[in-house]
Nanobody, 122 residues
Framework: QEPLVESGGGSVQAGGSLRLSCVVS????????MAWFRQPPGKERERVVG?????STVYADAVKGRFTISRDDGTLYLHMNSLSPEDTATYYC??????????????????WGRGTQVTVSS
């Protein structure tokens, strides 16, 4: 399957904001869970926020209160505020059919995006 396409990454100073976008028009929110992950330099990919088909969300502790996931029509967004250098990473969107989701996140049979780089300078 075709990978998802993210956009909106870039370089920003600490305290700034960015909005990432991911085209998910081929995936119904009624049957696919969706999420954002990130991979900091030299580290493994980690969860950021998951969006279950029920509409419930689960955020990683590191981003609670600063990041917000939303979907508008066929686009999944990640609104990032109060960015810090620790948020520097490649960010990926991901979707899975609901039977392959665990804890609100895509777990298996995941369709990943290619990633978009976010760099936060101090």
């Amino acid at each position: 399957q075709e990978p998802l396409v993210e956009s909106g990454g870039g370089s920003v100073q600490a305290g700034g904001s960015l909005r990432l976008s991911c085209v998910v028009s081929r995936y119904s929110s009624n049957t696919y869970c969706m999420a954002w992950f990130r991979q900091p330099p030299g580290k493994e990919r980690e969860r950021v926020v998951g969006l279950a088909i029920s509409g419930s969300t689960v955020y990683a502790d590191a981003v609670k209160g600063r990041f917000t996931i939303s979907r508008d029509d066929g686009t999944l967004y990640l609104h990032m505020n109060s960015l810090s250098p620790e948020d520097t990473a490649t960010y990926y969107c991901a979707v899975s059919y609901y039977t392959y989701c665990r804890g609100g996140y895509p777990a298996t049979n995941v369709n990943w995006g290619r990633g978009t780089q976010v760099t936060v300078s101090s």
